[in-house]
């Protein structure tokens, strides 16, 4: 119940494109969900994150896709860049009264954005 | 990497050694985390601290132990290194107050035993 399944493991896309990464959970608990960047040789950054108060967050050509029905989010960008490729992780944590929950990460899909 | 070195960088070890990573933070978090990252798992917890000589164990703490005597530096310590101990450890940082699952990247440790 802990588990965030994230989908494509891989993603090749033309520059120009529109990738789309999408993660699964089933502790409905969560109410935090942040996606990160990784290059290679680098620590994750984050991304973008949303809240499921709300059902899209977009910062510039990164948007969340959140589902709470279907206990789905996704990350999309658009107008994918070669600069993009990176392997991206979602992830999800519960905050609950001043405590800090632990984030519980995706397995991660590597982006390929071919010129 | 928002004020976090990890050292070292790169070690390759022996099998049954004992092993201490370091990560130091110039941020003065209360929050330091200890990560495994390996190919088709993602990044898994080991450890984490929630203060000075506050620790908790993470998903795959067996193996592993921690120290943190001070704000700015949380210790991992394989105890007798084994093979599946080879991965890459990041370590990161948060502060609470802030909006949870706002965590801070060092750059890694890459670790071999051999």
């Known amino acids: 119940q802990q588990q965030v399944k994230q989908s494509p493991q891989s993603l090749i896309v033309q520059k120009g494109g529109i990738s789309i990464i999408n993660c699964a959970y089933e502790n409905t608990a969560f109410d935090y969900f942040p996606w990160y960047q990784q290059f290679p040789g680098k620590g994750p950054a984050l991304l973008i994150a949303?809240?499921?108060?709300?059902s899209e967050k977009k910062e510039g050509r990164f948007t969340i896709s959140f589902n709470k029905s279907a206990k789905q989010f996704s990350l999309h960008i658009m107008d994918s860049q070669p600069g993009d490729s990176a392997t991206y992780f979602c992830a999800a944590s519960i905050h609950y009264g001043g405590s800090q929950g632990n984030l519980i990460f995706g397995k991660g899909t590597k982006l390929s954005v071919k010129p | 990497d928002a004020g976090i070195t990890q050292s070292p960088r790169h070690k390759v070890t022996e099998t049954g050694t004992p092993v201490t990573l370091r990560c130091h933070q110039t941020e003065n978090h209360r929050y330091m985390y200890w990560y495994r990252q390996d190919p088709g798992h993602g990044l898994r917890l080991i450890h984490y601290s929630y203060g000075v000589k506050d620790t908790d164990k993470g998903e795959v703490s067996d193996g592993y132990s921690v120290s943190r005597s001070k704000t700015e530096d949380f210790l991992l310590t394989l105890e007798s290194a084994t093979s599946s101990q080879t991965s890459v450890y990041f370590c990161?940082?948060?502060?609470?107050?802030?909006?949870?699952?706002?965590?801070?990247f060092g750059p890694g440790t890459r670790l071999t035993v051999t």
């Open positions: 949303i809240r499921p108060d709300v």
């Open positions: 990161a940082i948060s502060e609470s107050g802030q909006i949870p699952g706002e965590q801070y």
